[in-house]
């Protein structure tokens, strides 16, 4: 009986030195599923507009760089130009990961993929559409949880030109365009 009691505490020492030493080679496919499952929920939040849960994301010393603004830096600076960008009723957002990876030391992993997004074009109060791509780094935290460190999106939409770059039409496409529509007043 004796023998059996050591056989099993040998067993239950076993398993819980195993448990305890988990290396993050061991833990990259469980690390990999996180972040997938993080943006997935990511994603759901974002139909929500919910700022709080879409900004809990972040760590507090995130960056986020998004084409046509200067980078914004923080936990606290992100919130506000996701709150500004959470007012277009027209915003939405969805984001889809083609490659998740983490690195050996478990404690970086990124996602690369592509976006879509419908907003309010601010200059002309227009609803548009923009698509691109993306890269987020995500970093390990003490409790095991995977927030976001870096968040860069590249658009795919080249951007409108300025109205002073726009090409004028010149007084010949004027007046050909007065006689295929003889109503126009003429200038």
Known sequence: MKA????????VVTMMMS????TPA???????RAISDTE???????VSKNPEKIVAYYADDAVLMVPGMPATTGKDAIRTSIQQMLTDPALTLKFQASKVDVAKSGELGYTQGSYTMTMTNPATRRVMSDHGSYVTVYRKQADGKWKVAEDIATSSVPPSAPASARPRKHSAEKHSA????PRSKKH
Not at 26 to 32: G, P, R, S, Y
Not at 178 to 181: C, F, T, W
Request: glycine share 4%; proline share 0%.
């Open 40 to 46: 997935a929920r990511w994603n759901t939040d974002y």
């Open 178 to 181: 007065q006689k295929r529509h």
């Open 26 to 32: 061991n833990t990259h496919d469980a690390d990999v």
């Open 4 to 11: 059996f009691a050591a056989l099993c505490g040998m067993a």
């Open 19 to 22: 448990a305890c030493n988990q």
